[in-house]
Every structure is written in structure tokens, then in C-alpha cells.
């Protein structure tokens, strides 16, 4: 396994996340984690990675001296390499001109890291990165010298080597671009493998961990489903255990694992609020009750959602609303079972990490999370949380394997409070209704042009507005639609999505002929920031 050492860049999940596609496991941890613990984790190499800061400021974040005492490989990455080349004795200095961008690397030294690394395929994108319209590096970049496309963004740069070190590769604008200490096992590179702008960063990674670390490659789906069964059997023993099924991916992947693991110690509580998408709940019945044989307690609490959301308009009271009649109807129900002593949890990776952050105070953004916390301490649970380790795309990797069908798998996120949030205004049935019909034939027809897994995340908006319509002969008074569909790595920044007009109007027709009470939609070209993906 392998470690990495968090100096606070938007990019270290990256990294984590193309090293376990690699196959091998490994995890972050902020640049100030008690270095005491990192004996005991035993990696077999680590990874500094990029940061925001400075590193020839006073007081700025540096790694802990047991990495280079440790006798294990290092790779720098950015940030990473400028305090491994501050700290071993080299010089780093700022003031120059911001480099960000792509840059052709070329290789000026043979290392272990980098040769012939323009001769290895490039990579596949990854998940979530498919930007539509977005120019992807081409082949121009491949030249004859070796040289190829690399993603730059930084400020400071390496002027010095430390002693042991070689300069291995450099750019038109930077002459330290990548340097090297074959024996110790150091690299530090000022540009990003971890994006896939960077050609042939996936294979650089794998060189790293693989070759030059000797990590094996034992992170599959099968090796993960099989650990956490006999975890999870060791952990709950013969107890029961007890799921809040919401229709996500992250609770269907738990319930799918528990039920492989515990048979029908399981029990699922389904809250319907009334406010899922078109024909969920029915779907969660399905695929989960039926198909999996999970034992599903489903509560159709629509009408009392509907009854509490009366005559609210404001988007936080709604929201508190729906989160306090979730915890409500949830606990009542758990209440009726006797003899849980567990509550299974979908966190996943990113949520530790966030929660677990630096010490000294770097800016997470946490999203609200419509979740039961603090349930387990007052219903006298035991907290179960499978799926800690992994990374949204490996939960869905593991759901596949697991037999959910993989358009479950693949959706597109959808917010705790669901159309509580996507209905403006007061939240009434008929509006609910009314926006189902419209977002399912939106999505259908995603689906449909092959357009829906090129977006991250689509889905239509239920504004209160009474527009003026002509409908037949007659004159309409009527809401509108909105139909939103956004572009996005880390859903903290997203650009709208250059859907094709006929498309538009094909979906703008189908919603005005289809679904009663619209007669006018429009498309939202709003970039995030300033508009937030949803629109409450
Ligand atoms: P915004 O609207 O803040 O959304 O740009 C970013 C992402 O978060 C989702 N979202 C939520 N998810 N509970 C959730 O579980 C919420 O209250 C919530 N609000 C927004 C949103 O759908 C988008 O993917």
C-alpha cells in the first residue's frame, strides 16, 4: 500500500483514485497526521502531494522528516516536490510568471520514472472527466525527442537540486520540470500525472508504485467484496443489522454487500418521501425486494411530507423540514424491529477525508449531507460503515459486481431532499407530479441520443411562474420548466452542458405535448460559480 501525504491540493484524490484504479491500495492522510503512525501503516512508498501554498513562506506546510528517514521511495508532486527538493538541500524560489496549462515535457536524463514513457499508450479518460468540447492534448505533443503533453499549475519552482539528485526532464519555460535520486528512490515532478491531461500519467503513477515500489496490484472489485464480507462478519457476529435505503447508489451497494454477507440479518427501512424521481420508489422495490431478496420495510410518507411542506416556501426551512421527517419516520420505524444492533452507513472515502481534513485549519467545504446523524448514538447503535474506504467510483465497481444493474449504478447524483429542492416555492403534489414527468422525459431522452453519461448531472426544475401559452385555441396561464445539465469533475465547480438544439427541442416538445399544465420550457446556461448546480 501506499501513502500519501495531503498538502491540501484540489488534486490529491486524483492521485488516490488512479492508484487504486492501478490496483493498489492506498491512503491520504494530511501532511501534519501524527508521523508516529506512519511505521505503523507500513506503506511501501509515499507520495507528497501538490498544495496551494508557498514553500519559500515562513511557516508553510513541510513533510515530516520520517519520510526521508524511513528509506522508502518518494515521489513529489508538485508542492511535493518543492519542499522534498527545500528539505534535502535544494532551493526553491517564487516570483516567477504562474505556469498553468499543458506544457510538452521532455525527457533529458534516462530514469527509471520516465523513459520511453512517450512510447506507453496514452490513457482512457476517466470517470466524470469526459468534458464535452473540452480540447484533449493530441498526438502533436508525441514527438520524435520523447517529449510529451503534461498539465501544469503552479507558481513557485525548483532553481537547485539536492545533492544525489539529477534534473531528468524540463519544459520550454521550466528547466527543473523533473528531477531524480535513482538510489535513494526519489522523484519529484512539477507537473500533475494524477490528471488525465497528463498523457501517460496513469502509467507514470503505475511505474512508481509497481516497478519502482513493488506493489502488487490486488485492489479489484472481487478482492474488496471479499475482505469486507468476512470484516463485516467478524464485525456484526450474529447480530442484526439495520439499513436506511434512500435509492442512491451508496446505501443500494451496502445493502447489496450486507445481504452477500448476512443473509437476512439485514433489514432495510425505505423512506418514500414522495419527492424521489419518477417511478423510484417502485424501482427501489424492484431491483432490491425482489430481485435481491432484501427484506425492504418501504413507508410511503408522501402525504405527510406534502402535509408538513404546506404553505413553506423558504428553501432552508424545506429542507430542515424534510431532513427532521426523515430522522422521524426513520427512527419510528426502526423502533417497531426488535433485536437491531447495528446501523449500516453509505459513508464513502471522500466524506472521511473531508471530515478528517488538516489540523491546522485548511478550508474543506463540506456538503450538507441529508443523513442520520446522531441516530446511532440515540437509538444505541452500533455504527457499520463498509464502503469508509472506497471511492464513489469504486463503490459503483463494486455495486456492478454485486449485480445491481449498472444504469442504477451509473445515475447521476440526486439530493437528499430530491424535489423538495427542484420544486421553487411551495412544494404541492400536483407540482411534484407535474416535475417527475417532465425530469423523467429529460433523462429518457438523455439516455436515448447517448448524451446522459456525458453529462455528470441533468435533471429539470419546477418554477412557479405562470407564463402566457397559447394551447390549442386557447389561452394557457402555466409554470415553467427548467432543464439543467452540467459538466463536472468535483460538482464544487461545473460548467453548463453544450447540449445539440435538436436535442433541446426534441426534449421541449416531448415535455410540452406529454406532460399537462407546461407550455413553456427553457434551458439554464448558468456556469457554478455563481449559480449552484440545483437551483434551491
Ligand atoms: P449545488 O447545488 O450546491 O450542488 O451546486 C452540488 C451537488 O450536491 C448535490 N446536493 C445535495 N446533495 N443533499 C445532498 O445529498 C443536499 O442537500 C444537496 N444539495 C445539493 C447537488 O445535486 C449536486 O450534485
Same mark, same amino acid.
Given at each position: ?24 491500495? /492506498? ?6 497526521? $501524527? ?19 508557498? +514553500? ?13 528517514? @524511513? ?6 508532486? /508538485? ?17 516567477? @510568471? ?9 525527457? +533529458? ?8 514513457? &512517450? ?23 508525441? =514527438? ?57 500519467? +496513469? ?11 513493488? /506493489? ?34 451508496? &446505501? ?15 433489514? /432495510? ?19 432490491? =425486494? ?17 402535509? *408538513? ?120 403534489? *400536483? ?24 453529462? &455528470? ?6 418554477? !412557479?411562474?405562470? @407564463?402566457?401559452?397559447?394551447?390549442? $385555441? ?12 452540467? *459538466? ?35 434551458? $439554464?446556461? @448558468?456556469?457554478? !460559480? ?7
Amino acid at each position: 500500500k501506499i501513502l500519501i501525504l495531503d498538502f491540501g491540493a484540489q488534486y490529491t484524490q486524483l492521485i488516490a483514485r488512479r492508484i487504486r484504479e492501478i490496483g493498489v491500495y /492506498c491512503e491520504i492522510w494530511a501532511w501534519d497526521h $501524527d508521523p508516529a503512525d506512519i511505521p505503523k501503516f507500513a506503506p511501501k512508498a509515499i507520495i507528497l502531494s501538490g498544495g496551494p501554498e508557498s +514553500t519559500v513562506e515562513a511557516g508553510s506546510p513541510r513533510a515530516p522528516q520520517i519520510v526521508f528517514d @524511513s528509506g522508502l521511495p518518494v515521489l513529489g508532486i /508538485c508542492y511535493g516536490m518543492q519542499t522534498m527538493a527545500m528539505q534535502l538541500g535544494g532551493k526553491v524560489e517564487s516570483g516567477h @510568471s504562474r505556469e498553468f496549462g499543458f506544457a510538452a515535457l521532455t525527457p +533529458t536524463m534516462s530514469c527509471r520514472l520516465l523513459d520511453r514513457l &512517450s512510447d506507453t499508450p496514452a490513457v482512457p479518460m476517466g470517470e466524470g472527466e469526459s468534458w464535452m468540447g473540452q480540447q484533449q492534448p493530441s498526438a502533436a505533443h508525441a =514527438a520524435a525527442d520523447g517529449s510529451f503533453g503534461v498539465w501544469m499549475s503552479h507558481g513557485d519552482r525548483v532553481t537547485a537540486l539536492p545533492a544525489g539528485f539529477a534534473a531528468v526532464a524540463s519544459t520550454h519555460d521550466l528547466p527543473l520540470a523533473a528531477m531524480a535520486d535513482e538510489t535513494r528512490r526519489y522523484y519529484g515532478v512539477q507537473f500533475h500525472p494524477e490528471v488525465t491531461h497528463t498523457q501517460h500519467g +496513469t502509467e507514470l503513477l503505475r511505474r512508481f508504485v509497481v516497478d519502482i515500489a513493488g /506493489c502488487q496490484t490486488l485492489w479489484t472489485a472481487e478482492n474488496i467484496i471479499e475482505d469486507s464480507i468476512v470484516r463485516i462478519r467478524e464485525q456484526t457476529g450474529s447480530e442484526h443489522v439495520l439499513l436506511g435505503l434512500s435509492g442512491g447508489v451508496d &446505501s443500494s451497494v451496502v445493502a447489496a454487500l450486507l445481504k452477500r454477507a448476512i443473509g437476512d440479518r439485514l433489514t /432495510c427501512v425505505f423512506v418514500d418521501t414522495g419527492l424521489l424521481r419518477h417511478g423510484e420508489g417502485d424501482q427501489v422495490m424492484q431491483m432490491m =425486494a425482489a430481485n435481491m431478496g432484501v427484506k425492504v420495510v418501504r413507508v410511503n410518507a408522501g402525504p405527510q411530507y406534502f402535509s *408538513e411542506l404546506k404553505g413553506v416556501d423558504d428553501p432552508e426551512a424545506k429542507r430542515k423540514i424534510i431532513g427532521r421527517l426523515f430522522v422521524e419516520i426513520f427512527e419510528a420505524e426502526s423502533k417497531k424491529l426488535s433485536d437491531v444492533k447495528w446501523l449500516a452507513q453509505g459513508t464513502i472515502y471522500p466524506d472521511v477525508i473531508e471530515s478528517a481534513g488538516s489540523k491546522t485549519g485548511k478550508a474543506h467545504v463540506i456538503k450538507s449531507h441529508h443523513n442520520v446523524g446522531g441516530l446511532p448514538e440515540r437509538m444505541h447503535l452500533k455504527l457499520l460503515e463498509p464502503l469508509r474506504e472506497l471511492f464513489k467510483d469504486e463503490v459503483r465497481r463494486l455495486g456492478v459486481a454485486l449485480g445491481l444493474p449498472r444504469e442504477m449504478v451509473y445515475r447521476h447524483p440526486f439530493p437528499g431532499p430530491g424535489l423538495g429542492v427542484r420544486i421553487l416555492g411551495e412544494v404541492k403534489p *400536483e407540482a411534484a407530479e407535474v416535475l417527475q414527468r417532465a425530469d423523467h422525459i429529460f433523462i429518457d431522452e438523455l439516455r436515448k441520443w447517448a448524451l446522459y453519461d456525458k453529462v &455528470s448531472q441533468a435533471f429539470a426544475v419546477y418554477l !412557479p411562474v405562470k @407564463s402566457v401559452g397559447v394551447v390549442g $385555441d386557447a389561452r394557457a396561464y402555466e409554470p415553467v420548466i427548467a432543464l439543467r445539465a452540467v *459538466e463536472t469533475i468535483d460538482f464544487m465547480t461545473a460548467h453548463w452542458a453544450r447540449l445539440p438544439y435538436d436535442f433541446l427541442d426534441h426534449v421541449a416538445r416531448r415535455i410540452v405535448n406529454e406532460v399537462r399544465g407546461v407550455s413553456r420550457v427553457v434551458y $439554464d446556461i @448558468s456556469g457554478k !460559480p455563481p449559480a449552484t448546480i440545483e437551483w434551491e
